[in-house]
């Protein structure tokens, strides 16, 4: 009886292994046949993602502009051709910042990078979301900042022919004058000192018209002829020198200011003159005789400098000062009404700006704001 009980006791305990070993058996199968599509669906992957760094590598090799990173410690590690051409070669394992000392000479007001043979090329970056590497976009641009230097020529061609009425009529009117005056010198009948004031109104009136024509010329020009490294202290004491009749005649008084010594900025030494002495001719002519004019030179920046004529005339009316730069624009029956129109054209030919400040009853504040440069042959 005890024998009976102990086999189906084996037969129960043989079914369930029997069970056991079918369950385990099923579920091995199921786990080879998830195993071998999870394996299938891998290569899978494995055969996009290839195909997708490859479309990659293939579009960094034909994309115009440079592709780089940059590692944690702002070593260049990886760049595409077109990188490659802008920073050579041997700029892979490089410090990106002695790269772009040796490659580029400096940088414009938008931050673009400027090379050696005025080639322009815009930086784009991003930060990795995963490390923190970084990649870098460069670009030439130098075409397009080529065309719209083209377009501001083109519109100041344009300008010039818009106003050639308006420079035929002020013309006209201190040459008549200048004629009148020369004409009655001839009169027997003239004294002296008649003579001598006739003389001087003459003068008076040729002045004017040479100050149009300089004026014209020099809009018409655009601003910059050459491109050479200026000291500014040199350009300063060399205002100093030219405004000194002027303002003598005026019984003005004039102040320059002390500043940082050895700041070299890059451009046309004459243009650069010119625009300085319209500065303080034109805080001359609005404050009258004795005027009282400050010429400050102030650092706003590792790369920009600020050449400020200071006056404590009657100010500007703020709806006139978006218009004081417009050609022709004057307020003044004497004022050519092109000064301030080329002061704006130097100063973006030479990548730089003017700003105006004015507070009225109190003065005004004129600033021509340029790059400096760390260029040593200085003209």
């Keep these: 009886m005890q024998e009976q ?4 006791e084996l037969e129960a305990a043989f079914d369930l292994f029997n069970q056991t070993s079918l369950q385990l058996t099923t579920s091995y199968e199921a786990l080879q046949n998830q195993a071998a599509h999870l394996q299938s669906q891998l290569a899978r992957s494995d055969q996009e993602k290839k195909r997708v760094a490859d479309r990659l590598s293939r579009l960094l090799d034909v994309l115009p502009a440079g592709v780089l990173v940059l590692s944690d410690n702002n070593v260049i590690v990886e760049m595409n051709p077109s990188a490659q051409e802008i920073l050579g070669a041997d700029a892979v394992n490089r410090d990106w910042d002695i790269v772009i000392k ?8 938008a931050g673009e990078l400027i090379t050696h043979n005025k080639m322009v090329y815009q930086l784009s970056e991003t930060t990795s979301n995963k490390d923190s590497s970084r990649i870098l976009l460069i670009q030439d641009v130098t075409a397009a900042r080529q065309l719209q230097d083209h377009e501001s020529r083109h519109q100041r061609l344009h300008s010039m022919g818009e106003m050639a009425a308006s420079l035929a009529h002020q013309i006209r009117t201190p040459l008549s004058s200048a004629l009148l005056y020369v004409s009655q010198m001839n009169s027997e009948h003239l004294d002296d000192d008649k003579r001598e004031k006739f003389v001087g109104k003459a003068l008076n009136s040729l002045n004017h018209l040479e100050s149009l024509v300089k004026d014209m010329l020099q809009y018409a020009k655009g601003g910059k002829g050459s491109d050479k490294a200026i ?12 405004v000194e009749a002027q303002i003598n005649q005026s019984l003005s008084k ?17 243009a650069l003159m010119t625009a300085l002495q319209n500065l303080v001719g034109n805080a001359i002519d609005i404050v009258g005789q004795r005027a009282d004019i400050e010429v400050t030179v ?39 009404g092109l000064g301030l129109a080329v002061v704006r054209a130097i100063a973006e030919a030479h990548n730089g700006e003017v700003w105006v ?3 009225v009853g109190y003065g005004t504040q004129f600033g021509l704001r340029l790059p400096l440069t760390s260029r040593k042959e200085v003209s």
């Design 357 to 359: 400040k004015s507070i």
């Design 231 to 242: 000291l500014l202290e040199d350009l300063i004491e060399q205002l100093e020198q030219s």
């Design 254 to 270: 004039i102040r320059f200011n002390a500043f940082i010594p050895g700041l070299v900025i890059t451009g046309d030494k004459d």
């Design 102 to 109: 040796n490659v580029f000479l400096t940088t414009n007001d």
């Design 298 to 336: 102030n650092k706003v920046s590792a790369n920009r400098v600020d050449v400020v004529v200071s006056d404590k005339g009657p100010g500007i009316e703020s709806d006139k000062l978006e218009k004081i730069f417009e050609p022709f624009f004057t307020s003044r029956a004497k004022g050519t």
């Design 5 to 8: 009980e102990r086999l189906k």
